[in-house]
């Protein structure tokens, strides 16, 4: 996993970034780091990116957010997937955060995940990308390419998480989601995978694949 992992990061080096960790090149903020997660869940990244800046136009702390009506949120971050329960939750979280944590963000998993719409994938990326700590965020494009690679044989995101902790050195661990989701948003797409001009084809059992290019 580790050569395909470095043979990976060779090759993403001319690709575009997840939108979150295009956001943190800009600063590490850990709450708009939770926020631009939030809003990214079930949406794609060129939509996610253009709401969050028309977010954060408006509001880029807890104290700035509260003061925004729902219906203004549903407006700014519209149409990214669920934006309804989105500017609800996001409503709700920077309240949170306000009446417990003085406005700041956790930096710790367990804590975070006591927040309104945040689970272990979020959870990680706040820590790791927010806070620079250890972590690993598991979404879909990590699930499936490190089960692909057959590095892993797991049944879900939290079961990936759990293997890779295990087997992954810890000086991988923050890297590997803006490596996979890079390398899953350009060559190994969920349904007929480039590997004709995939580096790590050789290492790659294909587990799962029954079409590719």
Known sequence: MVLALTLIRESVRDMR?????EL??????PYLVLISC????????????????RLF???STPEEMV??????????????GFYRNKAVVIKEVSKELISKYNGS???????????????????NLVVTMGYDK??????????????RLGFVCTK????????????LPPDHWKEINDLLVTWGQNVCGPISPFCSRCPVSHLCEKKGVTVHR
């Open 17 to 21: 970034q997840p939108v979150v960790s």
């Open 24 to 29: 943190v090149q800009k600063g590490k903020d």
């Open 38 to 53: 939030l809003l990214s869940l079930r949406t794609k990244d060129a939509t996610t990116r253009e709401a969050q800046r």
């Open 57 to 59: 136009d408006e509001a």
């Open 67 to 80: 003061t925004l009506p729902k219906e203004k949120i549903e407006q700014l971050i519209y149409p990214v």
């Open 105 to 123: 963000v956790p930096d710790d998993i367990d804590t975070l995940l006591t927040l309104k719409g945040v689970g272990r994938k979020t959870a």
């Open 134 to 147: 250890p972590g690993i965020c598991v979404d879909t494009h990590v699930h499936r390419i490190s089960n």
């Open 156 to 167: 879900d995101p939290e079961g990936t998480e759990m293997a890779l902790r295990e087997r």
